[in-house]
């Protein structure tokens, strides 16, 4: 099962939809991966071509929607 088919699992099951997802990823993805992304992640961050801190502010702006 590719990341892919865990978000569409997550989305398609009612209890789990609002789990949060951030897409860490080493692929080069695709403008249409990124449309099947788009919507269902809360953000897409490629291995290597990010600070660690921009990872820490997109877990802290879930966290603080949730509470």
Do not use: C, P
């Amino acid at each position: 099962m590719d990341g892919f088919a865990v978000l569409e699992t997550l989305r398609a099951n009612e209890h789990w939809r609002s789990i949060s997802v951030i897409v860490v990823t080493a692929k080069d993805l695709s403008r249409k991966e990124r449309k099947l992304l788009r919507g269902r992640a809360e953000g897409i961050l490629q291995k290597g071509a990010y600070r660690r801190q921009q990872l820490v502010d997109m877990v802290r702006k879930r966290l603080e929607a949730v509470e």
